[in-house]
């Protein structure tokens, strides 16, 4: 006996979306919960799969099974499919197992034909509503399930609109509309080849097969393939067939939307709108203003009552706010839809709260329901979601979302003036082509950073993201006239003063000053992150270079510091100068010299952080980018020497200048001479920094603070790099720790930042105690993408196009990059088990690579202060999600 | 019974070089095969370990095996070992399995004492011979034996000289050696805290236990560790004693050294030299004029037979050209020391064949004794040996040795003057701080080119070598003055039309013309060649750009194309202004007429290289470089602005130029946006392409060549990207197939150049029909070096510090880029079996390289036209090198 082809509502499993389908499976589940839903019947995805089994040929049997189970409906409805007295009408929907565009469209009031159309005119009392519900299902019908093309359509129904001197859709009275209906046909004829059938049963059919022949179109075929959906996992679709409801039946009909909970604040109150006598367009068209939910109470007592019900049936079954679409028909109230509730970041947390107390969920099911990356919208200010409705927003432009929050300010060009005028109180935007380590100090003064050029990795979007200021980067659409102290953003013109805002979480640039709302740890907030920190396996740590910045991690629940960028003190503007000494100068002993006034500098800064992150571990990275960074442009000088010499003046200062940059120039900078290879060819610079290093970690334990320093050299890709090093760090600690008298318990490890050392991770880790990787520059190494350049010339490409699904700068690539991460981790503990492996990365903070770095069996994730909350929290349902898995394991 | 300590000459096994060390086992074996060497005994290597066992102490018995062994010496010479009538002198040499610097060195004359020393002088009649050896002897043993430090004798030997007026040390007298002895002997007390040992018996176990304990010296733990020699290839050092012997004993006694062949040419005559009445030293030192060994035939024409029958032992022996040392003591002939014989290329093949057909070889050993790496001085004009017999050679820089062979010209320092005098059949050295796209006429012009900046991957070397011209880049060295057309170096000043001589082989800069020889593929090479490819499983192909280069490549026996790249199209003299105007052009439009216009000339091209290449595969690569690489320099373009300027002239052009430059402007070029990321977000380019090959073997197709294209795509790292083009591709050419009614079977496949397609290659391998290595990226890639960076800044010190063994770009890194290849190989042909998989970066025709590609399983190798008999000599030695190996497998 072939296997059942069909089931009603009523008798199908909710949980077996394979066969059902998604949209079947829960219409069957809200029935078999009790509620009202329109009867109705799911034809299986085995079905669809045995029309192509059979060569694109509906099954033998199948139409009378779905003959049968129509006659399910008339009995339920007591009406009749192609009655002319009180006709069925159904709707037609596919429905795999997973959603999915690219298949085939709702099909509506199907059973609608020249005689059923009286009929309803009769029922609704309402010809104009009856002849546009025929004219839309005879135009919808034509394409969908015909495949007629959509102009032919619409040029004919503009033709009679102007005939009828109609502007609007709405203005066409029910002739017009007739006419419409029968120049729909004749087109269906003239497209397809095929009159339009009037027959329903006939129309049943064809749109059944619509449906099973839309699965392997090619939309739908792409986009399965490009997310990897295997046939395990969705095969075929099944087809929904359910009676239709009216809720614009009369006085005694009504349909509306509602929310099991308030989306804006998660308090437990209904919260919902409703029309009386209208359809579910009106609601969402918003011509006439619904009415709230509590009105309904009043003007419907019973039917308010029985929702309170449904919403009541909703949440416990679902155990998550719903979000539900309504009808009552004379009365009758009928469920057409329930989903879970989108919300804002607030709502969320406090639903949880809530639904655990209520023993709702489990405290796990409280935490896996909160969405991290939506939690991240709470870390910043923002632009108040009530903006708008106060003051006019005039959008200018749009860059890339490089460090997110919204700032406004009085535009300056320069670091200095930003430095100025942020000292003396005032907010200010700072404006620029792109920065360097030379505008530092106009970032500390600014309260957000705008450039025009310059990706999200740029030097203003890295430095605007571990400062927590809001950035707008790459914002070619302005130009920016530096001399004249003026940038033009299409029409508009924004002088040097003049306010702006930004908006680094969407990238906006507008004018003016738009409201804004201040970030929140809220209770709620607090509350979930406990609960996830007793859940996580991963260990959160802070990207933090100063005290400040430490502390601030500190209270956001970072458990160490793993990454400290030791460069970033050298661009402070008390250092820079005497960078630039160290890297003019013409001796060694010059050089040395150099160096040796910076040492108490960076000493003090690792004592404040040894203050700062007492009893818990601080990774300090030794110097990483190229000297040349720290110095002004060829491009800069030229222009500055041509001016000099215009002017008469003296140039050898700035010739002197230009030939060290010229000679330090690079190629390919990012691949340069850097990091460890810098600390080999000036092992001084290095050795000055373990000395200032260990020299703090000594005062600090002497003040009774609990150090834990742990030194870790940048771009390693040989064994003997390290060894290299390691021996100078060895040598320098030792002296530093017998001259102190003290005795310091320092690690030494490797960022794993460089291809070669994922693959030979195994030689490494004789030598590093620890790893970390560094993901930026790994991914860099595995796709030969620059990130600076990629961002801005061909990654909007890939990613529209779907050769990337996203940025892999932004989410790990665990294809890629992740079986090199892999391979590190195994190499390494292979050959030091309980080698502790962290990420330092970008990625630390984002809530799909800190499930991967679960995954991969990671240590610690590391990230800026302000993502150490989601980062804490995305540990937490990487650990739910892992220890779901095993249970599935063992169950199966 | 323990093991067998001590093995005299006659007795130990000449293969066991594990238990006799590489220099015992030698002289076993020379001793057993009848040769009259010097008689002594080899302590093992078990010994040794034996020293460690118990606690660096000479193991029990092994000074009374010692003993033993020296008498059996004393009964073949009838010396007494610290006799003082005939006393027997001995040397004591460490020996491990292999050769390692850092082991103890020789310690000759052993036995030497106040006594011992009278009864020399009466033996030899040379007071200051024997006292010179006895100040040696005790400076030596005081030095290697009891580790007193060299400068205090160095010193005292001074002091004594000056004392006796003397300035050489062969102008001290016997009293003054006298007077070191005792100085000597002094110093040594008071340096170690022991008496020297008068007593011979105590001298030789001080000697002995001083080799073991060098075994664990730190150079030589040191040297063991870096080369990977674990112990199962060398573990402890043996000691080797043997009988001193003296060609000084007087007129009846000689020295001397003799090739069994001529080193130079390889032919098959006795080459030496010999001294009468001295010792090795003399003939090293150069003091007297040695004669040639065809005069021994007349003055001791008994030995000399001797010496041809070792001659003729030696060669049956040991199947290889030997290097001999030999001495007559008293008209007795002894062999110290016999090894294989260093010779020139040209050498090395004559004899080879010669070898083979004596009988002496198989062809396989024939082959296999020839190192490719040397052969590559035959493929290009070089230096003339002889050439400082005839002309003054001064050398006035020295730069990196950047594409091999020399050549002379007058110097010039535009591309324009390259082109002009070279067109009127001057030869002309192009001398230019870097070169680019632009100056590539130059390089046609020119005989060899010049630069100050960039590294052995720069843009000058690259297509240096790709021509075969010879190339010096980064030649810091001088100092170059465009506007005045001269440069620098050091003191000398060359000017616009002076003649230099470039050795691109060494990197050396001389002035004026130095005589050249012109290469050769003799026909002993041709030979050597034929037997090769009968033996190799790789392929070989060439990279080729164009039908001459083709053709050399095919008459160098290239077995088709692996690597045509299409961007030395764009830079010919006559496409650059076309890709300038498609790189400016402003609309769609413009760009495609422009490509448009280069489209019959790319075909052109490909029509010449099919012809050239009929019948065999042609790879091309479309486009990869960033298109900003046409472009000149922001910095070029700046200054040329301010000179119009300056001068009153109009700048839109430049600006326009500069503009485009900006907009193009990348911070790592060579991540950049490039390869087929140009690919998608140009089509139009690819597409161009594309038609251009399909064709132009239409074409040729149609004049009866047989074609086999290979379309190849740079820079892949995602599936997508593949994919993408690969519609382009197949789009495009069943276009023009079907427009020509020609079918042409082509093949469509990737690069595999970046670090993610390795990781990804199963996911590659279902679109790509073959694949072909990139290394000089993928090592860029895996090691996050940029070429042109790493190799002026920071890889010299990388090598000389011994971080990296040798540059990764020039030799493949098996343990990181060579996983990396594994990897590719197998997840590709997991997926494709059989895939076709080549190799066509820079290492392809590196010898190392190409055994690696073979263990790899790859199918060809590609390099430049002029190391083509190079790969194919490397891949016949790899796959011999692979049939020993299995054979040894298969033995044991």
């Known amino acids: 006996m072939a296997a059942k082809r069909a089931y009603d509502f009523e008798e199908g499993d909710g949980k077996n979306k394979k066969l059902l389908g998604g949209k079947g499976a829960g219409l069957c589940e809200m029935t078999q919960i009790g509620l009202n839903v329109p009867p109705g019947f799911v034809i299986t995805t085995e079905a669809c799969l045995e029309y192509y089994s059979s060569g694109r040929r509906l099954p033998d049997g199948l139409i009378e099974d779905v003959e049968g189970h129509l006659r399910s409906i008339e009995s339920k409805t007591g009406k009749v499919f192609g009655g002319t007295d009180n006709p069925l009408l159904v709707s037609v929907r596919s429905g795999a197992a997973m959603s999915m565009p690219g298949m085939m469209d709702t099909i509506l009031n199907l059973g609608l034909n020249d005689s059923s159309v009286i009929a309803l005119v009769a029922k609704t009392g309402n010809e104009r509503f009856a002849y546009d519900a025929y004219r839309r299902f005879v135009q919808m019908f034509s394409k969908i399930a015909l495949g007629a093309s959509e102009e032919k359509f619409s040029a004919a129904f503009d033709t009679i609109k102007s005939r009828h001197a109609a502007k609007l859709d709405t203005e066409l009275g029910a002739d017009g509309l007739k006419e419409a209906v029968a120049e729909f046909k004749r087109i269906c004829r003239t497209e397809t080849g095929r009159d339009f059938p009037d027959d329903p049963h006939v129309q049943l059919a064809t749109a059944i097969e619509a449906v099973f022949s839309s699965w392997m179109g090619k939309r739908a075929i792409e986009y399965r393939r490009f997310n990897k959906i295997t046939p395990d996992m969705a095969n075929g679709t099944a087809v929904n067939v359910q009676a239709m409801v009216f809720g614009n039946m009369g006085d005694d009909s009504a349909t509306g939307v509602a929310f099991t909970r308030d989306p804006a604040t998660g308090e437990n109150v209904f919260f919902g709108e409703y029309l009386a006598n209208a359809q579910g367009e009106d609601v969402v068209a918003g011509v006439r203003t619904p009415k709230s939910i509590y009105e309904m109470e009043k003007e419907f007592p019973q039917t308010f009552a029985e929702l309170m019900d449904v919403r009541q049936k909703l949440e416990r079954h679902y155990k998550e706010v719903q979000d539900m679409e309504f009808t009552m028909e004379k009365g009758r109230l009928f469920i057409l839809q329930t989903r879970n509730g989108k919300m804002t970041a607030a709502a969320r947390l406090k639903t949880s709260i809530d639904m655990h107390e209520e ?534």
């Open 359 to 892: 023993g709702l969920l489990t405290k796990e099911e409280a935490v896996i329901r909160v969405d991290p990356a939506q939690l991240e919208q709470l870390m910043h200010k923002r632009i108040d979601p009530e903006a708008k409705k106060r003051v006019k927003i005039v959008k200018v432009a749009e860059g890339l979302p490089a460090s997110p929050g919204a700032a406004y300010g009085a535009v300056v060009f320069t670091a200095d003036d930003a430095q100025r005028l942020g000292n003396e109180g005032k907010k200010v935007i700072l404006v620029r082509e792109e920065t360097k380590p030379d505008d530092i100090h106009g970032f500390i003064g600014a309260q957000g950073i705008l450039t025009s050029r310059g990706g999200k990795t740029s030097h203003a979007a890295v430095v605007a993201r571990a400062m927590g200021k809001p950035c707008v980067s790459g914002c070619e659409d302005i130009r920016i006239d530096d001399r004249a102290k003026v940038f033009t953003a299409g029409e508009a013109v924004v002088k040097e003063g003049d306010t702006i805002t930004i908006d680094g979480t969407t990238g906006e640039v507008m004018l003016g000053e738009v409201p804004l709302v201040d970030p929140e740890l809220s209770d709620d907030f607090r509350r979930v992150l406990e609960w996830a920190d007793g859940m996580r396996r991963l260990g959160v740590r802070a990207n933090a270079d100063n005290p400040d910045a430490a502390a601030k991690a500190r209270s956001l629940g970072a458990e160490g510091i793993g990454l400290c960028r030791t460069e970033r003190m050298f661009n402070a503007a008390d250092r820079l100068p005497l960078v630039h000494d160290m890297i003019l100068s013409e001796s060694d002993a010059d050089r040395k010299a150099a160096i040796d006034r910076l040492e108490p500098l960076q000493k003090n800064d690792f004592l404040g952080i040894f203050e700062s992150m007492a009893g818990l571990p601080v990774t300090i990275r030794l110097l990483d980018p190229p000297l040349h960074e720290f110095l002004p442009s060829t491009e800069q000088l030229l222009q500055d020497i041509y001016e000099l010499k215009a002017a008469g003046k003296d140039t050898s200062a700035k010739e002197k200048l230009l030939r060290k940059v010229k000679v330090l120039f690079e190629v390919n900078p990012m691949l340069g001479h850097r990091g460890v290879r810098l600390g080999i060819t000036y092992p001084e610079l290095y050795e000055m920094q373990v000395r200032a290093i260990i020299e703090a970690a000594c005062d600090a334990k002497k003040l009774g603070i609990d150090v834990h320093p742990e030194i870790m050299i940048p771009q390693v890709a040989i064994e003997k790099e390290l060894e290299n090093i390691k021996k100078l760090v060895e040598r320098v600690a030792t002296e530093v720790m017998s001259r102190s008298g003290t005795n310091v318990d320092y690690k030494f490890g490797t960022m794993v930042e460089v291809v070669r050392a994922c693959v030979t991770a195994d030689e490494l880790a004789e030598v590093a105690e620890f790893f970390s990787f560094g993901t930026n520059d790994l991914t860099q190494g595995t796709y030969s993408f620059s990130r600076e350049d990629a961002e801005n010339k061909f990654l909007p490409k890939y990613i529209s196009e779907g050769i990337l699904k996203v940025n892999p700068f932004e989410q790990l690539d665990e294809d890629g990059v992740g079986r090199l991460m892999e391979m590190a981790v195994q190499k390494g503990r292979g050959v030091r088990p309980g080698l502790k492996v962290g990420i330092c990365g970008e990625h630390g903070g984002e809530p799909n690579s800190v499930e991967l770095c679960h995954r991969l069996g990671l240590d610690y994730v590391s990230c800026s202060a302000f993502r150490v909350p989601i980062a804490r929290l995305a540990a937490a349902q990487a650990r739910i999600k892992e220890d779901a898995k095993k249970k599935f394991a063992r169950d199966v």
